[in-house]
């Protein structure tokens, strides 16, 4: 396995960067506010499926002036964008060559949310539509003071399709979603906060350090601690206490086996 080449990363409009056991993602079309196309997806998917088996945390950033104003608005045009399947060439397949295309599109984002690594979402400025949702798909969301949060599909006659609803209904809870996604308003860096979206706000030229200052609290422990809390805690709000009870006893067994050499 490995990861994506340098070529295919810049086709993509990205850039990726090893130091250790975190890896980093930055879009990297700054020219275009880090707008979101297939071949973003599909590359980030890629890099999710050839991570390094020591990477242990994974941080996504945008280049420039903002985080990513979402999809590639030219995609809904006829002539699309150069590469790219636009809309109208999607919409000429059946019904479930559209659907493959689209859990071919997620696939770019659920994979941050693997027990295996922490991902943090460095976010300032825009994180529109797609940007918002791969903010979301973190498990952690550093946020600098001027950020703005939208789920902007609603306002083009789309629905967010890139695995975001779930996260922002755990979040947020169902009602207050709503509102975030039917109106298609911007929730601004205080609010965020008090929503539980963004881990911490900061002010926007403290961002870098402050990501990188969380990167090192979680490299600071146990990696096998990490991943089996990660785990218990993604499954505890589909379990009764009872349920979740074992889950820990079964995840500190395994702790437990390990520390003393399955003994």
Known sequence: MSLPT???LQDAGLAVEVTGSTLTITLDKPTRRNSQTPRMWHTLAAIGANLPEDVRVVVVRGAGDCFSAGIDTRLFGPEGVEGEDSVFELMQGSDQVVLDAIDGYQQGFVWLSDPRIVSVAAV???AIGAGFQLALACDLRVVADDVRFCMKEPALGLVPDLAGT????????????LEICATARNVEAGEAQELGIATVVVPRADLDATTTDLVEAVLANSTGAV????GLLQGAGERDLGRQRLAEREAQLRRFRDLVGGA
Request: hydrophobic share 25%; proline share 5%.
């Open 166 to 177: 779930k996260p922002l209904v755990d979040l947020v809870g169902y009602s207050r979603a």
């Open 227 to 230: 991943r089996e809390t990660k």
């Open 6 to 8: 340098d070529a295919d």
């Open 124 to 126: 300032h400025s825009y």
